[in-house]
């Protein structure tokens, strides 16, 4: 079976796939090699369908429709979910299969605990990670979670915090499931609003990002440019910092109810046991 997300950086949202997918159908991964799944991630785009072998059986599994085209699906798909309901509407679903994302069954594995060492941790968006974030977090206190940690590290750095300020989604649908409320962060055009409002209102929340300026990447310490530089690097940390620590003091986090994720997650694994009587039944052989 060819497990499809997005390799080309190990972002967390997209690593969590061989992390969860075989704890929760281990059989699954021992099937016909010419059989594709379609997990967590924003996936459901022309490009990406192209990428994927010709005659393939395709299962999708909660992921999410987003950058670029919205793509014609064939018989050789078999849809069990989606992510959201505009990802539903996108692709002309009935809005049954639009239940969640599928991280949200990682709580099977991962148990919330009450034990914090931060009260606000932060986690950028994967392509605009670097260390002038780091050294931002530093001045006030607050945490600082990379997405290219591996998937342990960032759990227990997410269990380990109050209240995320995320630009990751991930790192905000992650903090959700484990109990730890979250402010959504907008530091570049390129965040795609509509995954955050396709997983947003499937949890009936409504999505309103705060705004915070870019932080340019620093240069290297062992660049021996002007101390200028430096200097100008050490201001816009500073004030990096300060927005966080505004947003953190005046933004009312998110956290969806109890019993909707209860209802939400159930329903993802209902869908669990509907694949795995399909595969019992033969139709991926």
Not at 5 to 34: A, C, H, M, S, T
Not at 72 to 98: E, H, N, T, W
Request: proline share 6%; charged share 25%; aromatic share 10%.
């Amino acid at each position: 079976m060819q497990l499809i997300y997005f390799k080309r950086v190990p972002n967390f949202g997209d690593q969590l796939n061989p992390w969860l997918w075989p704890k929760l159908i281990p059989n699954f991964f021992e099937i016909n090699q010419q059989v594709s799944f379609i997990g967590i991630g924003t996936l459901i785009n022309q490009k990406r369908i192209n990428e994927i072998k010709t005659g393939y059986k395709k299962v999708i599994f909660s992921t999410g429709v987003g950058y670029g085209d919205s793509p014609s699906l064939d018989d050789s798909y078999v849809i069990y979910c989606v992510r959201g309901p505009l990802s539903a509407q996108a692709l002309g679903f009935s809005k049954d299969l639009a239940i969640t994302d599928g991280a949200a069954l990682l709580k099977k594995f991962f148990k919330p605990s009450i034990n914090k060492k931060y009260k606000f941790s932060y986690m950028p968006h994967h392509s605009l990670t670097h260390d002038g974030w780091n050294l931002a977090c530093k001045k006030i206190g607050f945490g600082y979670i990379d997405p290219h940690w591996s998937v342990e590290k960032v759990l227990e750095s997410i269990n380990e915090t109050e209240i995320l300020l995320a630009e990751a989604m991930h790192g905000a649908i992650v903090a959700d499931v484990l109990r730890v409320p979250w402010i959504p962060i907008v530091s570049n055009p390129r965040i795609l609003a509509f995954k955050w409002n396709d997983w947003c209102q499937s949890l009936n929340l409504e999505y309103k990002p705060c705004l915070i300026e870019k932080l340019q990447k620093p240069i290297n310490k062992s660049d021996i440019l002007s101390p200028i530089r430096r200097i100008r690097d050490g201001m816009r940390q500073k004030k990096a910092a300060f927005e966080m620590q505004k947003i953190a003091k005046n933004s009312k986090p998110f956290l969806s109810k109890d019993k909707i994720l209860d209802e939400l997650t159930l329903r993802l694994e209902e869908k669990i046991d509907k694949l795995q009587n399909d595969i019992k039944a033969g139709i991926f052989d």
